[in-house]
């Protein structure tokens, strides 16, 4: 899809080239050759006359059994009831269809007259009001790496989050320095356009790291060799408590589903996994492993 054009397929043109491509001559050509095209004549000419009679929707006349009387006193709240009141008296009656959503929901949730445009009306959007962008990542890495590699007590989480500037050999250190860091907790590196390289040295990182609980790298551009690794890594770390690894730029497959579900039934020190499963299969799998590994650990906590 990044190729241009003429690398996409080989060439089949037989005729040589009459020069180079002069952009101007073409565009005044192009013009040229359209305004000496005859246009085509109408088979039937236009001249505005307007043929057969106008449609009037003929007045139905309703039957004795279908007429409907009612007491006076109705009869005349009914004549004198506004378009909003006669909104919410059709809310009430379970006559749906002859308002929006917002209409009916607000008619049977409200005890005050709210609906004020009436049953005839458009239907006009809600107002929301606008959110604003989240603030970029005020994350300084170098000064993060830094305190990653001296091992400070006071570093128990690392936040990369929405960085997506961040040179592959910065990372590469960051994840060499986690392997012997014993307090950092917790490592985000979302949506910062991680690929295989970088999957595959968190992978080495978690084989040593023994105090890393949380992980979480969705939203990147992991393929599913990179998730294989991390999940067969993950088998040999025995303080992962939550691992996040949903978002990827392209579904991972079935085998590497199949080994999610694998993995959560072999590590019960994984209690929360973010991951949205396509197949039944491993889905049911993975639901069950998860159950039975939060009950572990609230046995323990008992304990």
């Known amino acids: ?95 749906y269809t002859l308002m929006s959503n917002k209409q009916y929901y607000d008619a049977l949730c409200s005890g005050e007259i709210c609906n004020t445009e009436g049953i005839s009306s458009v239907v006009q959007p809600d107002k929301y009001k606008p959110v604003p962008d989240e603030p970029p990542n005020p994350t300084n890495i170098e000064e993060i790496l830094k305190r990653v590699q001296s091992n400070d007590k006071d570093l128990e989480e690392v936040n990369l989050n929405n960085i997506q500037d961040i040179p592959i050999p910065k990372l590469t250190e960051l994840c060499e320095a986690l392997k012997t860091n014993t307090y950092v907790q917790s490592l985000s590196l979302v949506a910062t356009k991680s690929g295989d390289p970088i999957a595959n040295v968190v992978a080495d990182m978690l084989r040593e790291n023994r105090s890393l609980q949380s992980l979480n790298i969705e939203s990147n551009f992991i393929s599913s060799t990179g998730l294989m690794a991390v999940l067969k890594a993950v088998r040999e770390n025995a303080t992962l408590t939550e691992l ?44 069950q492993a998860m159950t039975r590994n939060n009950e572990l650990r609230r046995q323990q906590k008992k304990r």
């Open 1 to 95: 899809m990044l190729l241009p054009a003429g690398l996409r397929q080989r060439d089949q043109t037989k005729k040589s080239p009459t020069g180079p491509l002069d952009r101007e001559a073409l565009l005044q050509y192009l013009e040229q050759q359209a305004l000496e095209v005859k246009e085509r004549d109408d088979l039937v000419p236009f001249t505005g006359e307007k043929k057969g009679k106008p449609y009037i929707q003929p007045k139905r006349e309703i039957p004795a059994e279908e007429q409907i009387t009612l007491e006076p006193e109705l009869e005349q709240a009914l004549a004198n009831a506004t378009d909003a009141e006669m909104c919410d008296i059709a809310a009430i009656l379970g006559m």
């Open 244 to 287: 996040r690894v949903d978002n990827q730029r392209q579904w991972p497959g079935d085998a590497v589903e199949m080994e999610m579900a694998t993995v959560l039934e072999q590590c019960p020190s994984i209690v929360r996994f973010g991951y949205h499963f396509t197949q039944q299969g491993p889905r049911a799998r993975a639901a």
